[in-house]
């Protein structure tokens, strides 16, 4: 009987490549080069020997929603930023008395939200003395139980964050509401695109908007068609989260 760790390399690798297929006919659809997106392999509630048997397969990047689990699978396994060659994405919102650890062991911050939380990432980034690129999110679905900047308010704080020289926010990120047919939040996604478009960040040198960090498992070939430039998939990846 195979190992289980044959077993999850075997089942992801399948899922790898079925993904693959729908990002190439994405942008394909887009007129894009499917080597301008991004796979964060979300491996939240999973442990890290699920993570390994997906780097076994080809994936590098992978992103957690939790300080704390991020924190204990990049102690472990180190990322980029600590001499590694995996990159460790936090993509959940973040709490400003866990900034030291995401500053010290994450690669990629995708929920900056708040001049609070910036100021924090800010002075502690600073004492590590590095440079910690950021995704500011934006609440692009209106729901109150989602994080994020409001919209009207999120070109003047980027402006804000043109004092700063430890943190670095290389685009935008938005979830989207959950939905079954992705069609229905595919304004949502032109939203986003549209801020980003939209800021001229030419006399900021604390932000380069090169990115989009938006889509799902549920709805990311419609973000492809936006411009999603980092794609954030769990399910598709590693199945269900009883695996």
């Not at 411009?227 to 590693?238: E, Q």
Request: with cysteine; hydrophobic share 40%.
């Amino acid at each position: 009987m195979p190992e289980a760790s044959t077993i999850q390399s075997a089942d992801i690798k399948e899922r790898l490549a079925t993904v693959r297929q729908r990002v190439e006919a994405a942008c394909e659809r887009a007129g894009r080069s499917a080597d301008d997106v991004h796979l964060i392999a979300i491996s939240k509630t999973f442990p890290l020997a699920v993570s390994k048997a997906a780097y076994d397969v080809g994936l590098k990047d992978f992103g957690e929603n939790r300080a704390g689990d991020l924190t204990e699978k990049a102690k472990a396994w180190p990322g980029e930023h600590l001499g590694g060659d995996i990159r460790w994405h936090m993509v959940g919102h973040l709490q400003r008395n866990k900034a030291k650890d995401i500053v010290e062991h994450a690669d990629v911050f995708h929920a900056l939200d708040s001049p609070r939380l910036a100021k924090e990432l800010e002075k502690r980034a600073g004492r590590e003395g590095r440079v910690l690129r950021c995704f500011a999110q934006v609440n692009i679905s209106g729901e109150d139980s989602k994080y994020g900047l409001n919209p009207e308010k999120t070109h003047a704080f980027l402006d804000s964050l043109a004092k700063f020289s430890h943190i670095h926010v290389v685009g935008l990120m938005g979830m989207a509401s959950f939905v079954e047919d992705p069609e229905d939040v595919r304004h949502q996604f032109q939203l986003l695109r549209g801020l980003r478009d939209r800021y001229d960040d030419s006399q900021n040198t604390s932000v380069d908007l090169d990115f989009l960090s938006m889509g799902m498992s549920n709805d990311f070939e419609v973000a492809i068609e936006e411009g999603a430039t980092h794609i954030r998939l769990g399910t598709a990846i590693f199945g269900p989260r009883d695996y």
